[in-house]
């Protein structure tokens, strides 16, 4: 495989570097010999949009590391029942997640954009499950923002049955978004696995 090419999978491999962190045609690509970054009259112009979504994705990692920072100031201001500390705490998780969510809807776009384009099979196949993995971790945070939301909005009471309540209610919130991210992870190590099995055979 020449140089270029190996660029370009290192290139794709990058993708989701998050959690290292959607419909693929079934087109017949121009290529004959059947390798993953075969070239086509689109595929430089699909490596620019993925080149651009896993900047937008490096962004997200960076949102990644300080929300998982926060969390663990979160947990301890729970356990120590400061509500101020709480609120604020949850109130700059949720402004750090709707960053990520614009970011995240950019990066889908860009890799819907590529996809559309006159790529190998197996590529246009690889970017479909990105996209798919992209999806969950969306669905995850989701879950995550909720429950900064409510820790926002609704611990402020000083009954203890209330305050055990919420965070019973953020408890499980949390671990759906573990449960969804170990999902996202599952599906971006298919398209990893399908990517390397491809140049294998290349």
Do not use: W
Not at 7 to 13: E, H, V
Not at 24 to 53: M, N, R
Not at 158 to 168: L, V
Request: hydrophobic share 35%; aromatic share 8%.
């Amino acid at each position: 495989m020449n140089t270029d090419k190996r660029k370009f999978l290192f290139l794709f491999l990058l993708l989701f570097s998050l959690i290292a962190v959607s419909c693929g045609g079934t087109e017949e690509s121009d290529s004959e010999d059947g390798g993953f970054l075969d070239f086509t009259s689109d595929t430089e112009k699909a490596v620019q949009f993925i080149s651009e979504a896993n900047d937008e994705l490096q962004r997200i990692k960076i949102l990644y590391a300080e929300n998982e920072a926060k969390i663990e100031e979160l947990k301890e201001a729970l356990s120590k029942k400061e509500i101020e500390k709480v609120k604020e705490i949850s109130n700059s998780m949720v402004y750090v997640i709707n960053d990520g969510f614009a970011f995240a809807e950019s990066a889908r776009e860009k890799i819907q954009k590529a996809q559309e384009l006159n790529i190998h099979p197996e590529f246009k196949e690889y970017l479909s499950l990105k996209e798919d993995s992209l999806d969950k971790q969306i669905e995850a945070f989701k879950h995550r923002h909720e429950a900064a939301r409510l820790m926002r909005d609704s611990f402020g009471a000083t009954e203890k049955p209330e305050i055990e309540k919420a965070k019973q209610l953020f408890k499980e919130k949390e671990e759906l978004f573990q449960k969804t991210m170990a999902e996202a992870k599952k599906i971006s190590q298919e398209a990893d696995d399908l990517a390397k099995e491809s140049l294998n055979r290349s």
